[in-house]
C-alpha cells in the first residue's frame, strides 16, 4: 500500500511540474497579467524560480533522509556477520547507481545524510522548510565535522536560530550563496576554537605546493598552494596591475589581464600579448620595476596583536588567520599590509555633510570595515577592489557620510549606474541592501564582529569603595590596567 502511494505521489509532483512549465512557455489556461502579460510573465517566473528553489532543498531533505533510513534498514537486514566497512560500501554504491553518482560522491552524499540527521536537526528542518539549500547544509556539515557536540550546536545556532544569544546579522544564510555562508561560517568557527587554527595553519605551511593539471583546448592549469597572505597579497596585486594597464586600447578583460600578468611574473624572460602568446624575449634584469604594490587590509583584535590573546585575525578577501601571522604581518609587512584596531573608546569622522564630495582615506578605510566586500548579493569581491559610491547622488543632495555610500566592485558599480538595480539606504554599521529592475529587494551580507575577548589578567580590578555600612556597594576603577596602557600606546602611537 505504501509503495502505491509513493508512486502515485510523484505522479502528482509530475502533474504540477507539467503546470509549472506550462506557465513558464505562456501555456497555460490563464496568464499571470491580464493587463500586461509580457511583464505578468517575467514576475512569474521570478515567482517559479523562487517556488523551485524551495522545492528543490526540501527534495534534498527527503533525500537525505531516505539515505539514512535505506542505510540503516539495510543494516539490519544485512545482519551482524557483514564487515562495518563493507555494509557501508555496499549501501554508498546502491546508493550511488540510484542517484546516478560516482563512489567518491555517493559516500560524501552518504555521509552530510548522517551528519544532518543525527546531529544537525537545525539545519535538517531549514532544508526540508526550503529556507535553505544543499549546498549550504554541505556547507554546515563540513564546518562541523571535528567539532563536539556543544561546539556543533552553538555553530547551528548562531546561523539558524533567531532567538540565539548572538545570532547572524544581515542576509539570511539561505539568501546567501554557499560560498559566501562557508566563508562566514569558517569564519565563526576559527573565532571560538582559538588554538586550533594555528596547529592547522603550521600543517598547511609543511604542504605547500604548485600544482599543474592538464586541460582541454591546448590549455592547462597551475596553481600554488600558499600561506593566504602571500596568495592574496599576490591576488591583489594582479588586480592591482591589471586595473592600470585597462584603458580604450586595451582589448583584454580583467581576467586576462591577471592571467598574463601572472605568466610574465612567472617566467621572466618574455611578454605576453591580447591572445596570451609569448612574445619577445626580456631580460629579467632589463624588466623596470612594477610601481603597483600589493596591498592586503588586516584586523587584528588588540590582544592578539600584543600576544595576550590568540582570537584568529582577519585578512581581506580571505577570512581567519592565524594570530601569529598578523602578527608578523603588522611587524614586517611595512605599506603592503594596512593593520586595522578598532578602538570602542575613539571614533572616526563618519559624516562630513555637503563639505566635499570626496571620500577621505579614513572615512574610505571604515566603509572597508563597515562592509569587508563589495555589498552586493553573493559577490566576493574585497574591499581593496572596490570603489566608495554615493547611494542618494550629489547632485540630488546627497551627503558625503558613510550612512550614504557603499563600495561596490567596478563591475557592480557599473550595474547600479546603467541597469535599474538601486541600493537601498545604509546605515553607520550595516551596508546596503539593493533592489532589483523587477523591483524585489535583497539584504546584503553583513559583518559578524564580536567583541575581543579580554584576557583574565588585563580585565579592569575591581575595587570597594568607602561605603555606609548595610549599603550596596559600589565599585571605583583606578587607571587602566598596563595592558591597555600598552594598548593605548599602539592605538595612539604618531602616524
Known sequence: MAKAAVVEAFEDIRAALAVLLAAVEGCAAESFSASDPLAGLADGCLDV????????????????RAAV???????????????????EMAVAAEIGCVLALGPRAASSFLATSHALTMSLPLTLAALQAGTVSWQHAVVMADETAGLDAAETAAL?????????????RGCPVGELPAHRFRAKARTWRERHQAGSIEKRHAKGVSDRRVEYRPDRDGMAWLSAYLPADRAVAGLNRLTAIARSQQGPDEPRTMTQLRADNFADAILGSGRTDASGTAVGAVDEADLPPSPVRAQVLVTVPVFSLLGL?????????????????????????????YRVLVDPRDGAPLEIGRTSYRVGTAMRNWLRLRDGKCPFPGCSNPSLDTEADHILAWAGGGTTGISNLGQPCPKHHRLRHTTGWKPTPASKTEP??????????????HQDWEPATWPHPLKREQHHAARPPGSHPDFAYFGLSPGEESLARIIHAPA
Open 156 to 168: 547551528e545556532a548562531h546561523f539558524l536560530d533567531s532567538e540565539a544569544p548572538d545570532p547572524a
Open 49 to 64: 524560480l523562487a517556488g523551485a528553489r524551495e522545492v528543490e532543498a526540501s527534495v534534498a531533505g527527503l533525500k537525505a
Open 309 to 337: 590573546g590568540e582570537e584568529p585575525a582577519v585578512l581581506d578577501g580571505y577570512g581567519p588567520i592565524p594570530p601569529s601571522m598578523a602578527r608578523r604581518l603588522v611587524a614586517e609587512g611595512a605599506g603592503s599590509f
Open 432 to 445: 546596503p541592501g539593493w533592489t532589483s529592475p523587477a523591483g524585489r529587494h535583497y539584504t546584503s551580507e
Open 69 to 87: 533510513a535505506y542505510a540503516d534498514a539495510a543494516g539490519v537486514v544485512a545482519g551482524p556477520g557483514v564487515p562495518v566497512v563493507a555494509q
